[in-house]
């Protein structure tokens, strides 16, 4: 098995690592392009495998080929490979905006195709990413695209006309809770502590409580209450969150999110 990535930026080694990583293939089982020997020869090095600036090369050689470039330049890339992909090859694309409809009709010849997007938390491992099959997608491709997800995070198949709430609500989200960080750390400094620690108490603050709710399953409002004491500190903090209208705020960045997603 050859799997071969088009692309050698920050999500393509992350997928690399994971892959890497966790054991699923060998250095010498992966394989990319970039398009700057500078790039290919810094992967190469980093991470054992071959490394070039020639994509029908990759195309060629790959049973796997995950497409790692920006949906920008996604048409120029497949015009370029398109006759170099064999029929068999097992196509990934990781684009946002750009349809499995799309991807079709950029390679004018019928494509064994999957569309994922992780967001960017893949890149320390804990990636959040939806998986979009073609009708008749074989189940021995559904799983080898699900364990390459899965060597970096989570991943969760869906419907594709979901993937644009998956958007809104996964792949942009990462910039939501960095604002929230943000905010959190401001205030922290604000009330007299050192912006490092702010940092750091914010982060593992957030961090924590995502993994408590995902580890216990509870709702997260039972988790919420399970903090508010009567009369206390934080239910005074909620109470002020619920006047500003943090919960119709992230409701309404959400759907803008999803709409522009849409327009894409």
């Known amino acids: 098995m050859k799997i071969g990535f088009i692309g050698l930026g920050n999500m393509a080694t992350a997928m690399i690592g994971g892959i890497i990583g966790k054991g699923l293939y060998q250095p010498a ?3 990319g392009s970039a398009k700057t020997e500078k790039t290919a020869k810094g992967v190469a090095e980093k991470y054992g495998i071959e490394a070039c600036t020639d994509n029908q090369r990759v195309a060629a050689c790959a049973d796997v080929l995950v497409l790692a470039v920006k949906p920008v330049f996604l048409a120029e890339v497949i015009a ?11 196509v990934v694309s990781i684009a946002a905006g750009k349809s499995i409809a799309w ?17 960017t938390p893949a ?11 073609k009708e008749n997608t074989a ?19 869906l419907p594709e006309r979901l993937i644009d709430a998956f958007t809104g609500v996964a792949g942009s989200s990462p910039a939501y809770v960095f ?3 943000e905010a959190l750390a401001d205030a922290a400094v604000c009330a007299g502590i050192p912006r490092a620690q702010a940092y750091e108490f914010a982060a ?13 399953g509870m709702h997260p409002a039972q ?26 705020a992230v409701m309404d960045a959400v759907g803008a999110c999803v709409e522009k997603a849409k327009s894409l």
């Open 139 to 157: 189940d021995a491709d559904r799983e080898l695209v699900l364990r390459m997800m899965e060597s970096f995070g989570k991943a969760s198949v």
């Open 223 to 248: 988790l919420k209450d399970m903090v508010c004491s009567p009369a206390g500190t934080t239910i005074e903090a909620v109470k002020v969150l619920e006047e500003k209208g943090l919960r119709a």
């Open 123 to 133: 890149l320390v491992g804990e990636a959040c990413t939806c998986v979009c099959l």
């Open 80 to 90: 370029q490979i398109r006759d170099s992909v064999d029929d068999d090859t097992l």
């Open 179 to 181: 604002l929230f960080l």
């Open 204 to 216: 593992q603050s957030v961090l924590g409580s995502a993994k408590l709710m995902l580890e216990t």
């Open 29 to 31: 089982e992966l394989m």
């Open 103 to 119: 991807l079709e009709e950029q390679f004018g010849k019928p494509v064994r195709l999957v569309r994922c997007m992780p967001n």
